[in-house]
Structures are given as C-alpha cells and as structure tokens.
C-alpha cells in the first residue's frame, strides 16, 4: 500500500466513524441527563475501537514504507491513553442535547471520533519512526479539502527531521505523516518556512509571515 493509498483507508474509516457517532446519537432515548450518560458509557468504546483500526493500519503503511531499508525493525500500532480527554469531549458534544438540537449533537459527536480516530495514525508513525534508526523524517500528506497551511507544510513532499515528536493537526484538514526512510529516494528537507510553521509556538511576527505564506498556497 503506498501512502497515499493508506490514507485513502484512513479516510473511509474516517467517514465510519463519523456515521457510527452519529447514529449512536440518533439512538439514544430519555432526559438529557441519561442521553448523556448513554453516549459516554458508549462512544469512548467505539472511538476505541477505531483508533486500533487506525493505528493497525498506520503501522502496516510504515512497515510497507520501510521496504528494502538496511536493518530490521517491526513496526507496532500506539494508541496512546485519552481516556480522560475522550470522556470530556463526549461530555462537550452531549451539551446541546439541553436544548432537543440532535443535529448539532451529531455533528459534534461525529468531529470527534474523527479527529480522536486519526491521531492514533500519526503517533503509530512517528512513534515508531523515533525508535527505528533508518527512520529519517516524515512527509505531511494533506488532501484537496486541506487548509492552506496544511497544504504549504506538505509542499514538495518536505521531509521534516527536525523535531518530529509534535505534529500540527486541524479537525478539518485531517493531516498524516508518512515516514522517510534513510537511503531512499525522496523529497527535500522542510525549508525554514516549513519548519517554522510546524512549531508548536510561533512569536506573533512570526505568525503574520506564516499566515501571508500560508494564503498562497490556499
Ligand atoms: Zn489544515
């Protein structure tokens, strides 16, 4: 499976995922308070369930990835523990049940357990990629509905070496990384722009250049 390929599959999950959400909100019954309790005690569950979905898959595209590489390495799918920040965005997703308003529920439900579902990918790579010796950098692939700056982070095909434990993500955007082999054919390293972009804080001056930057590539 090539990269892209990978993310076509992450991206089917994806859609899943959301429609699973929300149809587990469609189904709950009662006041809003068992409405609620009925999301929490169910959707941590499922968003689990897809988050081994992704991190299975994440670790098969790096294993493939690492074709013909000197040196052994066996990749393993991470899913790291969100237990505490899932329940509390089950919690935020429930609240306009208050209110009767199911769609807006679903929705919110349904942003969640993608942007949750995704992450377990990307840390599977990285993850991996930190441990494994030939692992150079990785790529950003974003796709035709990604922002701007995604879009300008993923330019070339930019191998990021740099500081590669921390990934920038947007909801919408559903950015993945996939890994860079040493020895094997690929893209320049990130420019400083690049760089710069992908950290976690930037100065406001910064900022205004990232964004002007950014803007074009929209
Ligand atoms: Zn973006």
């Not at 294993?63 to 237990?83: E, F, K, N, Q, W």
């Not at 995704?118 to 599977?124: I, K, L, N, Q």
Request: one cysteine or more.
């Amino acid at each position: 499976m090539t990269a892209l390929e990978s993310k076509q599959a992450l991206t089917l999950l994806g859609d899943d995922a959301e429609d699973t959400a929300r149809w587990m909100v469609g189904r709950t019954s009662g006041a809003f308070e068992s409405r609620r309790l009925q999301l929490l005690d169910t959707v941590p569950g499922v968003i689990d369930y897809y988050s081994e979905g992704t991190a299975a898959l994440a670790a098969d595209a790096y294993m493939d990835a690492r074709a013909g590489v000197a040196g052994s390495y066996a990749a393993a799918p991470i899913v790291l523990d969100r237990t505490v920040k899932i329940r509390r965005g089950v919690a935020w997703a429930s609240e306009p049940l208050v209110a009767g308003e199911l769609d807006l529920t679903a929705a919110r439900m349904a942003k969640l357990a993608r942007t949750e579902m995704t992450r377990p990918y990307r840390d599977t790579t990285l993850r991996n990629g930190a441990a494994d010796g030939m692992f150079v950098g990785y790529r950003r692939i974003a796709r035709g509905e990604s922002c701007g700056f995604c879009k300008a982070l993923a330019d070339r095909g930019a191998v990021f070496k740099q500081g590669t434990a921390y990934f920038a993500a947007h909801d919408n955007c559903q950015c993945t990384a996939a890994a860079a082999f040493v020895g094997q054919p690929q893209g320049p390293e990130a420019s400083v722009m690049q760089y710069t972009a992908s950290k976690r804080r930037r100065t406001p001056a910064e900022k205004a250049r990232i964004n002007a930057w950014a803007a074009s590539y929209a």
